[in-house]
């Protein structure tokens, strides 16, 4: 089982991403020893191809994370990582957003006219949006994470 962290850069500005990353591969290796998360700053080595490798882990991912936000609405590169993995999905005969796990981190309203904002902002996603000033040891921010692994797990077993 493999997950994909979709995010713009300064929502890491203050480990957040980072930590999240660490707590929810945690959480995921306790369900599946050979489950991982993939995320960017982890995931690369100096020399690598960015565009190649992070198109070929969106390729290999079986669920696409999405830490929803206005910024990440805007950003082109997340918006490319997003039609990378739900074409790759549409191709396998799946529906296109059917393995997509949205984490609301900042209130997202859709853009009118924009398709991709509007798919994106439909799907029911799991609002983080206080959750993320929390540390990664407090009881809810916990449970949630053990939730979100095991919704991952799921996720992935969907043909």
Request: glycine content about 4%; overall charge negative.
């Amino acid at each position: 089982m493999k997950a994909f962290i979709s995010y713009t850069r300064e929502k890491d500005q203050f480990d957040v991403v980072s930590n999240l990353h660490s707590r929810l591969s945690n959480e995921l290796s306790l369900l599946d020893p050979d489950g991982e998360i993939f995320r960017d700053r982890q995931g690369l080595l100096p020399g690598d191809d960015f565009r190649k490798k992070i198109e070929q882990e969106l390729l290999s991912a079986d669920v696409l994370v999405v830490l929803l936000s206005p910024a990440w609405l805007a950003s082109d590169w997340c918006r490319w990582e997003y039609s990378q993995f739900t074409s790759k999905e549409k191709a396998a005969g799946r529906g296109r957003n059917s393995r997509v796990l949205p984490l609301l981190w900042v209130k997202t309203d859709a853009r009118e006219g924009d398709a991709l904002s509007e798919e994106v902002c439909a799907l029911n996603s799991d609002n983080w949006t206080s959750l993320r000033h929390e540390p990664m040891s407090n009881s809810e921010v916990s449970a949630r994470c053990a939730s979100i692994a095991e919704r991952l797990k799921d996720l992935a077993s969907h043909e």
